[in-house]
């Protein structure tokens, strides 16, 4: 469902395999748009992906602000790029975040803005809270 959502904003290097993106720390820009395209919010959150789902996305789990809540991330619809080394501090939280694996930059559709999941807490678009099960089995890890 995201992965007809999100629209391609900045265009990569080819991915690599995906199964080796595992425990890797990227950066998020989420750009919310209005119909003229003209970015009317604007998020950053980092993360490490937890999960591939073949054919579909990258599970990523929020760290930081977004703490205990996860973004699934089209990679089919997005390209990720390989991030430079050095510090990447956010812009609206402060967080500082040195040396991620990968970044990347979407844009969301103003026309179906409304048919994202909401959380009253979630840091951006589309993240969802992670479910308590799902946190005690990331707290063994």
């Not at 089919?76 to 970044?103: E, V």
Request: charged letters at 25%; hydrophobic letters at 40%; one cysteine or more.
């Amino acid at each position: 469902m995201l992965m007809r959502l999100i629209n391609l904003v900045n265009k990569s290097v080819a991915p690599h395999a995906l199964e080796s993106w595992l425990d890797k720390i990227i950066v998020i820009a989420i750009d919310e748009c209005d119909a003229d395209g003209e970015v009317k919010e604007y998020h950053q959150v980092w993360g490490k992906i937890i999960d591939v789902v073949p054919g579909q996305s990258l599970i990523v789990q929020l760290m930081g602000k977004g703490q205990g809540f996860y973004l699934p991330l089209p990679y089919s619809d997005i390209d990720i790029l390989t991030a430079q080394q050095g510090d990447y501090q956010l812009k609206r939280d402060g967080d500082l975040i040195r040396n991620p694996d990968f970044t990347c930059r979407i844009a969301i559709d103003p026309a179906i803005e409304g048919d994202l999941p909401e959380h009253p807490d979630a840091p951006c678009p589309a993240a969802l809270p992670i479910p308590d099960d799902v946190k005690e089995k990331l707290q063994a890890l």
